[in-house]
């Protein structure tokens, strides 16, 4: 149980076009769905928070109008980067959290190449 | 604020050879310390939550424990498929957050 997906896994764009990324929880319902960011030989560095039906939380120097997240439903929340740029390639990560418990369990990632 | 440091940050075990990984954190109450495996490319899998002092933890080859301010992994007669990145992460009493450390990056040669 608690598996996490996203889609795509890897997706290269042009400089100024804009990229969706989803996140689904297969076997559960998360309320709160979390999207990371990760360099290389680096940890993951926490972009925003998503309550499911609400507004995302954002963590201080993310841009707000450049990653949208939309949390629709308690199986779905998606990253949208938009005008992307060559510094916004990274692997993305999601997670999702069932809500009686604390561990957050990951998807397994989007590599996303800006050109 | 939430502070993770892990320690050594790569290690090279031979195939057996069993060792020990640290995590160190200063939080302000913790709610939960997590343990995760993360291979290259791919997102981290769970292993271990630990809630307070003294609790231990096993699966398989690997026994985690807790206490008042730091964590260890033991990783006993280790083999080549338990080379990967284990993270550390806390998350503070009325927090949704977790606050990750840097990893442990774990090669295990045959």
């Known amino acids: 149980g608690a598996v996490v997906s996203q889609h795509p896994s890897r997706v290269i764009c042009k400089s100024g076009t804009s990229v969706k990324i989803e996140c689904r929880s297969l076997?559960?319902?998360?309320?709160?769905m979390f999207w990371y960011r990760q360099f290389p030989k680096q940890s993951l560095m926490l972009m925003a928070t998503s309550n499911e039906g609400s507004k995302a939380t954002y963590e201080q120097g993310v841009e707000k109008d450049k990653f949208l997240i939309n949390h629709a439903s308690l199986t779905l929340s998606t990253l949208t980067v938009t005008s992307a740029h060559p510094e916004d390639s990274s692997f993305y990560i999601c997670?999702?959290?069932?809500?009686?418990?604390?561990?957050?369990?990951f998807g397994p990632g989007t590599r996303l190449t800006v050109t | 604020e939430d502070q993770v440091t892990q320690s050594p940050e790569a290690l090279r075990l031979q195939e057996g050879e069993s060792s020990s990984l640290n995590c160190s954190y200063t939080v302000s109450g913790l709610r939960g310390l997590f343990w995760y495996r993360q291979d290259p490319g791919k997102g981290p899998e769970f292993l271990f939550t630990l809630y307070s002092a003294g609790e231990e933890k096993e699966k398989e080859r690997l026994k985690a424990t807790l206490t008042k301010k730091e964590s260890f992994l033991h990783i006993t007669a280790p083999k080549p498929e338990d080379s990967a990145t284990y993270l550390c992460?806390?998350?503070?009493?009325?927090?949704?957050?977790?606050?990750f450390g840097k990893g442990n990056q774990v090669v295990v040669i045959p």
């Open positions: 992460a806390v998350q503070a009493s009325g927090n949704n957050r977790l606050a």
């Open positions: 997670s999702a959290r069932v809500t009686s418990e604390y561990e957050q369990y």
């Open positions: 076997d559960f319902q998360a309320t709160t």
